[in-house]
């Protein structure tokens, strides 16, 4: 028996870069069922449709069941070709009453193939949007619990004016919105079967063959194409490029989380369960491995896309290029995408919070947090550009000097004319200075509470 050879399907690790369900709705079983349902369905059409003997659909309908073929022996005519043909041949073995005779009636290769693909896809999407939507939710709950908990805010990586941690984990909120409204908006341009025929013409079913497409994918709940789309793989690039923008989403409140876990940080940890070691030989340590875990899986996913977009350059009315680049890339995206959503789902609902520490980073730099505070209550009195000229070099000597901003503000002569020591005090309060941020966090939870 050959083992498993790949990460995806590892028996050691499979766990870091899919799940049991997504391993299950891409299995090889589940490919031959997709398969098997899209003939099915063209038949039952057929059937109703007085194109082929109805008794006849209703056999092919009957076994169209993936338990009842031989996926190895399907593999094994793969070996010599990469048309549906091995599971007709495999599929005609096992139908009673001359039935197989009228499967796959009209239809090439490629309209079961990709219809084939779109439905696994379609399976794929629906637990990729369900846990987009947990993970949104879960933001959503840190962006109320913590809507009024200030927060250093940073640009550039180093300290800018406060916000609070509900503000930004608001902002995480509507980014994951906005790829569940891309996700859902895709749907009606992504799942759209393909029953065309040789060259997209349906010329081998010239006289019901708009009506058994119509039926056909009314059957399998799928859109009507307007024409064929052999050739035009538009529909699987977007397919893969949203999901590559959802991942890039992900990846960065993941890399947001894995930054503020630093040790010299430490504003939010991934979940921690006594037992969860970190180091072979550093028994203190807390690693961020699952975030690391999350946003490898991600990173892949990302590095999907190009290839997929690449492949839609394909030849005249048929080129199998594109689509064994589909087969091969399109599940493995959904395989990483199902790890790193697990994953996430797991760190945003159980996140570790220490609003003590949010508290300690505020002032590292003993009130240069709020220079734009200051600069903004002188400005009513000195005016904009002196009171920015004035915050200027104030602020450079207290950086420069390590010592407080309110210091060096006190022995200013034009701060110290114009503001008593009660009014700098409130000026230098990082807890004054948050400005918005709760309401723009309560607009973000109002907005998806709808």
Not at 170 to 199: K, T
Not at 371 to 390: C, D, I, P, Q, W
């Amino acid at each position: 028996m050959v083992m498993p050879s790949t990460a995806i399907d590892s028996q050691l690790h499979g766990f870091l870069f899919s799940t049991d369900e997504m391993r299950s709705a891409l299995s090889d079983r589940a490919w031959i069922q997709k398969w098997l349902d899209t003939e099915a369905a063209l038949a039952k059409a057929q059937g109703e449709l007085g194109v082929i003997p109805k008794e006849k659909a209703d056999i092919i309908n009957e076994y169209a069941k993936a338990e009842l073929l031989d996926a190895k022996a399907i593999g094994e005519f793969f070996k010599s070709s990469i048309t549906i043909v091995p599971l007709l041949k495999e599929f005609k073995r096992i139908l009673p009453d001359n039935a197989g005779e009228y499967v796959h009636w009209g239809a090439t290769s490629q309209d079961i193939v990709d219809t084939g693909i779109v439905l696994l896809q379609r399976d794929a999407y629906k637990i990729i949007l369900r846990d987009m939507k947990a993970c949104l939710n879960a933001c959503l709950k840190l962006a109320k619990k913590y809507r009024s908990v200030p927060q250093a805010g940073r640009t550039h990586v180093v300290h800018a004016i406060p916000i609070t941690f509900g503000y930004k984990a608001a902002v995480w909120a509507d980014e994951l919105g906005r790829d569940i409204e891309r996700l859902e908006a895709m749907a009606p341009r992504v799942f759209v079967g393909e029953m065309a025929g040789a060259v997209g013409t349906l010329a081998s079913q010239p006289e019901k063959g708009l009506e058994t497409q119509k039926r056909m994918f009314e059957i399998l709940g799928l859109g009507v194409p307007t024409i064929a789309w052999h050739v035009a793989r538009d529909n699987q690039a977007e397919f893969v490029s949203t999901l590559a923008i959802c991942a890039g989403t992900l990846g960065r409140i993941n890399h947001e989380i894995f930054t503020l876990q630093r040790s010299e940080i430490l504003e939010l940890e991934e979940p921690f369960f006594m037992g969860k070691i970190g180091s072979s030989t550093m028994p203190q340590k807390r690693n961020p491995a699952v975030l690391e875990n999350v946003l490898a899986v991600l990173r892949n996913v990302r590095s999907i896309a190009p290839a997929i977009v690449e492949s839609m350059i394909s030849e005249n009315e048929r080129d199998w290029g594109c689509f064994l680049s589909e087969w091969e890339a399109i599940p493995r995206a959904c395989h990483l995408m199902a790890a790193g959503l697990a994953k996430s789902k797991h760190i945003l609902e159980n996140l570790i919070v220490y609003e003590k520490h949010m508290e300690r980073n505020l002032d590292p730099q003993k009130g240069l947090i709020v220079s734009e505070n200051v600069m903004m209550h002188l400005a009513t009195k000195l005016g904009r550009m002196t009171a920015h000229e004035v915050v200027y070099k104030a602020a450079m000597e207290s950086y420069e000097k390590e010592i407080p901003l309110k210091t060096v503000l006190m022995k200013t002569p034009e701060v110290v004319a114009a503001f008593t020591e009660e009014e700098v005090d409130f000026m230098v309060d990082p807890h004054n200075y948050v400005g918005l941020a709760p309401v723009f966090a309560d607009r973000v939870i109002e907005k998806y509470d709808k």
